[in-house]
């Protein structure tokens, strides 16, 4: 039931481009993306509804596919601040709110 | 807002004792998370609630733990007695549920560690 996120690592130069995936073996209602910095908690960074509604910060673009159940995000023009753990949680019906999470991606921007 | 308020930041406890973390969720959410997140395990959800009622406990690893909701303000989560495999941070989230995918607020974390 754990979605399953890849890669699990990734490491940038600084204005390089990621893909960050989440694939989910149940039909969704929502994706949740988080940031975790180390030693820190997770930071909402975007909601995709099925339907197509997002809910999100403007600089941070990512995509949802209902057919595949399969989102991902995007991280164009990579700065340091970009470095943590992303986390992609999936929601599988309007059920109150329960998230479940992936293992997390480790993205590390270098100058 | 203060955001999510969570306590103590810091337990360091002997096997055997009991450990009560606390939480209280951003004035005005009615919904409210409790996760545990280790290493080997990733972030999980142990239980969570909504205006009040505990909805879905699958995730309490076993009876040894206990969750509650006394009011809206304030929630807390129990372990008696507790092991060392129990150490991890526990995160509290809280969110306000109009209708599905509504963003989760997380405390800073209790991390916890049985000895």
């Known amino acids: 039931q754990q979605p399953v996120q890849s890669p699990q690592a990734v490491i940038l130069r600084e204005g390089e481009d990621a893909v960050i995936n989440c694939s989910s073996s149940?039909?969704?209602?929502?994706v949740h993306w988080y940031r975790q910095k180390h030693g820190e908690a997770p930071v909402f960074l975007m909601i995709?509804?099925?339907?197509?509604e997002q809910k999100g910060h403007e600089k941070i673009s990512a995509s949802f596919n209902e057919k595949k159940q399969q989102s991902s995000l995007y991280l164009t023009a990579s700065q340091l601040s970009y470095s943590g753990t992303y986390f992609c949680g999936t929601e599988i019906s309007n059920q109150g709110g329960k998230l479940i999470f992936g293992q997390g991606t480790e993205l590390s921007v270098k100058p | 807002d203060a955001g999510v308020i969570q306590s103590p930041r810091h337990e360091v406890t002997e096997m055997g004792q009991e450990v009560t973390l606390r939480c209280k969720p951003i004035s005005g959410h009615n919904s409210l998370f409790w996760y545990r997140q280790t290493m080997m395990r990733g972030l999980e959800l142990l239980i969570y609630f909504n205006n009040n009622v505990p909805i879905d406990d699958s995730g309490m690893p076993e009876d040894r733990f206990s969750a509650k909701m006394p009011n809206a303000s304030f929630s807390t989560l129990k372990i008696q007695p507790s092991e060392p495999r129990d150490s991890a941070v526990y995160f509290c989230?809280?969110?306000?549920?109009?209708?599905?995918?509504?963003?989760?607020?997380f405390g800073p974390g209790t991390r916890l560690t049985v000895l």
């Open positions: 149940k039909a969704l209602y929502s």
């Open positions: 989230a809280s969110s306000l549920r109009i209708t599905g995918g509504n963003e989760q607020f």
């Open positions: 995709l509804l099925k339907g197509g």
